[in-house]
T-cell receptor
């Protein structure tokens, strides 16, 4: 059964810092991996989708990498801003159900 | 605007009173699913549907029903809600069921916060 771990569980940084969020998963037989952000009391916003055949995906200040064989993905946020404060969720997809298996998330706080 | 909508956004009900949470998407997606989010447990899939009239159980289907009569709609039905179904519910959709080497981004609705007393 796929298990997803996100480290750290919480992170507080001053504005402008570059930061890395880590995600590890136990079953490397995944089809893709998606990163989301969730604001308090809100829905999930898709940030990046990395296909299993890709190593990296970029969108603006965000860069996600995937190392399927070692069961790891990282989300790199450049020049963090207070508006980046949210919980970031990592979710690989695999198997016949097509369901995302979510980690517990990293709660990010960017201080002005 | 491409989106997944859910109604209601907030619902407080009593044990045993049947309720339906609606989900609709305007992206012509074939794959739709329901998740629940609970503190300490994260998000877990309840049911999914690969296309009209095709539904199947996810990881936590007990106490729920779904139907998919039209491509755009995927309602979640709680026939006899119980307090352990108090949760935050999300509907999601993507173009197709994710497959090896062919995967599609999944989009989520804004969530429905359900409280069963």
């Amino acid at each position: 059964k796929q298990e997803v771990t996100q480290i750290p569980a919480a992170l507080s940084v001053p504005e402008g810092e570059n930061l890395v969020l880590n995600c590890s998963f136990t079953d490397s037989a995944i089809y893709n991996l998606q990163w989301f952000r969730q604001d308090p009391g809100k829905g999930l916003t898709s940030l990046l989708l990395i296909q299993s055949s890709q190593r990296e995906q970029t969108s603006g200040r965000l860069n996600a990498s995937l190392d399927k064989s070692s069961g790891r993905s990282t989300l790199y946020i450049a020049a963090s801003q207070p508006g980046d404060s949210a919980t970031y969720l990592c979710a690989p997809v695999g198997g016949s159900q097509g369901n995302l298996i979510f980690g517990k998330g990293t709660k990010l706080s960017v201080k002005p | 605007e491409a989106q997944v909508t859910q109604n209601p956004r907030y619902l407080i009900t009593v044990t045993g009173k049947k309720l339906t949470v609606t989900c609709s998407q305007n992206m012509n997606h074939e794959y739709m699913s329901w998740y629940r989010q609970d503190p300490g447990l994260g998000l877990r899939q309840i049911y999914y549907s690969m296309n009209v009239e095709v539904t199947d159980k996810g990881d936590v289907p007990e106490g729920y029903k779904v139907s998919r009569k039209e491509k755009r709609n995927f309602p979640l039905i709680l026939e006899s809600p119980s307090p352990n179904q108090t949760s935050l519910y999300f509907c999601a959709s993507s173009l197709y069921l994710p497959l090896r080497d062919t995967s599609y981004e999944q989009y989520f609705g804004p969530g429905t916060r359900l409280t069963v007393t």
